[in-house]
């Protein structure tokens, strides 16, 4: 079954020379399957998350929630989320002008995020999308570039694979550790030993040799269970604080 894409109308442009197609997760994302139980109940009823606050003030769900702050030095600072920048659209779909940087650079500063998607050509006879996936296998050349998507505005590099040409979600510079560069030192003759080594020791990549034994565990145990129905409460209302400190002088009075 073919993934869903994440986007669709993606533009590329290299100055005035673009293609344009859709962006499809490269690989599949792992969710938790497994959720929270009551410990109190005879039958499984799913748990939901809820939150109070310091002063017993809740239950709310996070979407009652609206408010933000920071905490900087033990200390809550409100933020005003309507007022900070809102990623601008361009186009009819998402766009990104690609630039291109010395290669040792890019890889000093920034880091892949994992998230990664191929990009599809609206015509796989698109000349500008052949040569673009030629130019970005230049050894020492990155080929990065912004672009919103969702609302959100993400860092992506160009890479080139056998599935075509991918969308890397790198991280921002100030987000990555500095660290000084490391020199290894050794006697040449232990490279040439290790070398022979890897040699004696390649074989052919075999996709079943490497499978998340969790996960297949997981599905084994599941298959000849008998499935519960969910058991949903409706939803509690948001409490009246106002009419709760009311009630609570009045029993006081």
Request: charged fraction near 25%.
């Amino acid at each position: 079954m073919k993934p869903r894409s994440y986007a669709n109308g993606v533009t590329l442009s290299l100055s005035l020379a673009r293609t344009v197609g859709s962006l499809v997760p490269v690989y599949k994302k792992e969710k938790s399957d497994l959720k929270m139980i009551c410990p109190v109940c005879t039958t499984p009823n799913l748990v939901e998350q809820r939150y109070v606050c310091s002063e017993g003030h809740g239950p709310f769900f996070p979407g009652d929630c609206t408010g933000r702050v920071k905490i900087i030095n033990k200390s809550l600072v409100p933020v005003d989320v309507e007022s900070l920048p809102v990623p601008e659209k361009t186009g009819a779909g998402p766009s990104m002008e690609i630039n291109v940087h010395p290669l040792e650079q890019v890889e000093r500063s920034t880091w892949s995020l994992g998230n990664a998607y191929s990009f599809q050509p609206e015509f796989a006879t698109d000349p500008f999308f052949g040569v673009l996936c030629d130019l970005v296998c230049e050894d020492d050349l990155a080929f990065v570039g912004e672009m919103v998507i969702r609302n959100a505005t993400k860092l992506f590099r160009l890479i080139r694979a056998p599935q075509g040409l991918i969308l890397d979600e790198i991280c921002y510079p100030e987000s990555l550790y500095q660290y000084e560069n490391l020199e290894p030192q050794y006697d040449s003759k232990f490279l040439m030993m290790a070398l022979d080594l890897t040699a004696n020791q390649l074989c052919d990549f075999d996709p079943s040799n490497y499978v998340n034994k969790k996960k297949a565990a997981l599905t084994s145990m599941i298959e000849n269970v008998e499935p519960s129905k969910i058991h949903r409460d409706p939803r509690q209302q948001m409490i009246d604080i106002e009419e709760m400190l009311a009630s609570s002088l009045a029993k006081r009075s």
